[in-house]
Structures are given as structure tokens and as C-alpha cells.
């Protein structure tokens, strides 16, 4: 079962642009986690943000954390038609030593040149 | 490139028929992790081992099973294939049995196709 549903589904915008996504959860976590995806192949580690952090930044990657809300965003900054790709979000399934993550579906970055 | 290695790239069988993925994790990393990824259901964790031993069971199917051998390589068995079973199969490797402190490091994937 997804715990992570990203908001929007696609998203299009031209080069240069910022892309921001959304990921609402709906359970208690350790942390969270963006991947990214390009089209059919493996999923790559963004950033990852524990439960007791706000905001965390990586080159034009910012994501931001609120445990409150059980939501989290993702901010792509002066984007490039290389960031073309399908996004989610991850959580950790809280519980005991069970390290697996909980996927979003994702979504789906078009960066037109 | 993310160190984990998956083989085969691609797979094409019949229904009914019994194929093992292989996955050989980042050198030092003791967890493994298989996912299913298909259009309908998305991203679905499926089994996790650490150290050879099962640790967590997700949305796996009882005709489908997992073993890590102690060279660390991990096979998953998919057997009596049906054609829902198509779909791409990542693994993915982590230092920790879980995954409070770490990001998992996923393979390129098998992709799977039952005719």
C-alpha cells in the first residue's frame, strides 16, 4: 500500500523554472526520502530529511519536512531538461528493525529546453 | 552508477515458468531489499534480508521467494508466472538492517515480461 501520495501527478515547465512537488504521508516516520527516476531504469537517492529536521538543502534541491501536516515538499531550483524524470517520495515503515521503504507514485518532471 | 548490479537486464518467459533474478549489493552493505515496480500498483516493497536472514516481508506473493546467500548476492524466485508478474524488479542495498540513518542504493532493475 502507498503511504506517500505526491501532488501534482505531472508537472511540465520550461528550463530555467523552479519545480516544486508535494508528498503527504500518513503515518508516523524516521524520515523521508526523495528518488528520483529516470524513464525505466533505476531510482536514484536525492536527499534525505529525519523527522526532527525542518528543511534540508542539496545543491538546487531543497526539501522541506513538516511533521504536523505528515507532508513534505520538494523544490528543484533553475531547472534543466535533465531533471526530466519521475520523482517520489519514500518513508521508512516505522516499527521494529524493519528498514523498508514506502513509495509514492511519484511524480512525473517534463523540462522542455 | 549506484554499485549494486542486477542481472539479467531483461527477461522474456511464458506463463508458468520459474526465473531467478540475482543482485549483488554495494561492496559492505549488509541489507537488500527487492521492490516491484508495475503500472497499476507502483512501487511495492517485497522482501528485505540482512545479513542472510529474512528481516521484513511485504506485498510478496507466496509464489515468489528470496534467499541471500553469504557472499552477500541475493536471488529472487518468481515461479508459476502469470502475466500480472510483468513488471520491473529493483533491488536495493543498504549499509543498516534499517533504513533510520541510511538511503537504500537501488540496481538498474530486471524487467520482466510474461507472455
Known amino acids: 500500500s502507498q503511504q506517500g501520495e505526491e501532488d501534482p501527478q505531472a508537472l511540465s515547465i520550461q528550463e530555467g523554472e523552479n519545480a516544486t512537488m508535494n508528498c503527504s504521508y500518513k503515518t508516523s516516520i524516521n524520515n523521508l526520502q526523495w528518488y528520483r527516476q529516470n524513464s525505466g531504469r533505476g531510482l536514484v537517492h536525492l536527499i534525505l530529511i529525519r523527522s526532527n529536521e525542518r528543511e534540508k538543502h542539496s545543491g538546487r534541491l531543497r526539501v522541506t519536512l513538516d511533521t504536523s501536516k505528515k507532508s513534505s515538499s520538494l523544490l528543484i531550483t533553475a531547472s534543466r531538461a535533465a531533471d526530466t524524470a519521475s520523482y517520489f517520495c519514500a518513508t521508512l515503515n516505522y516499527g521494529g528493525s524493519q528498514g523498508n521503504l514506502i513509495f509514492g507514485k511519484g511524480t512525473k518532471l517534463s523540462v522542455k529546453p | 552508477d549506484s554499485g549494486v548490479t542486477q542481472t539479467p537486464k531483461h527477461l522474456i518467459t511464458a506463463t508458468g515458468q520459474r526465473v531467478t533474478l540475482r543482485c549483488s549489493p554495494r561492496?559492505?552493505?549488509?541489507?537488500v531489499y527487492w521492490y516491484q515496480q508495475s503500472l497499476d500498483q507502483g512501487l511495492q516493497f517485497l522482501i528485505q534480508y540482512y545479513n542472510g536472514e529474512e528481516r521484513a516481508k511485504g506485498n510478496i506473493l507466496e509464489r515468489f521467494s528470496a534467499q541471500q546467500f553469504p557472499d552477500l548476492h541475493s536471488e529472487l524466485n518468481l515461479s508459476s508466472l502469470e502475466l500480472g508478474d510483468s513488471a520491473l524488479y529493483f533491488c536495493?542495498?543498504?549499509?543498516?538492517?534499517?533504513?533510520?540513518?541510511?538511503?537504500?542504493?537501488f540496481g538498474p532493475g530486471t524487467r520482466l515480461t510474461v507472455t
Open positions: 536495493a542495498s543498504s549499509p543498516s538492517g534499517g533504513s533510520y540513518l541510511y538511503e537504500q542504493y
Open positions: 561492496s559492505g552493505d549488509l541489507s
